[in-house]
């Protein structure tokens, strides 16, 4: 299990755009499940929607991407790069993701070659899905000015 220090040290992402709290399952190179415990101090709640506030699927997503980013940075071949996205696939959104709610961030990596990479994810709460999508990234090297 990796706690937020732990993660911090992994993935460049900081508050408020650190979107994962924990790993509770990493094996090395295939998967990963990480939690996000989804606050109504969130800043992006004061915006989306004030009175009805909802998540954006577009950061459940992104929340996915930091898990998946996890898996590859810990492989010691890409230490010193960056993920970014280079696509997002049959992405459905299956419920809303509101304050108090606990996502369960699962993402396993379907392919990586190179400096390019697939994987599948999708986003719980409790037994429920929330959401779901295939992100397509790419690897990218790290300058001295990054």
């Known amino acids: 299990m990796l706690q937020s220090q732990e993660i911090q040290e ?3 992402h900081r508050y408020p755009f ?10 090395e190179g295939k998967k990963a499940v990480g939690i996000k415990n989804v606050s109504s101090n969130e800043p992006y709640f004061q ?9 954006p699927g577009v950061l459940i997503m992104e929340a996915l991407a930091q898990v998946g980013t996890v898996i590859i940075l810990r492989m010691p071949e890409y230490h010193d790069c960056l993920a970014l ?7 459905k959104f299956k419920r809303q ?3 108090g709610d606990q996502l369960r961030l699962e993402m396993e990596l379907v392919r990586l070659r ?4 697939v994987a599948q994810g999708k986003a719980y709460v409790g037994e429920e899905l929330a959401a779901e999508g295939i992100i397509k990234f790419f690897m990218e090297r790290k300058t001295t000015a990054q």
């Open 10 to 12: 992994i993935i460049p």
């Open 47 to 55: 915006g989306h929607f004030p009175g009805h506030p909802v998540m």
């Open 18 to 27: 650190l979107l994962v709290d924990r790993i509770i399952e990493l094996e």
């Open 114 to 117: 190179k400096s390019f990479g």
């Open 85 to 91: 996205f280079a696509g997002l696939d049959e992405v």
């Open 97 to 99: 993701v509101i304050p």
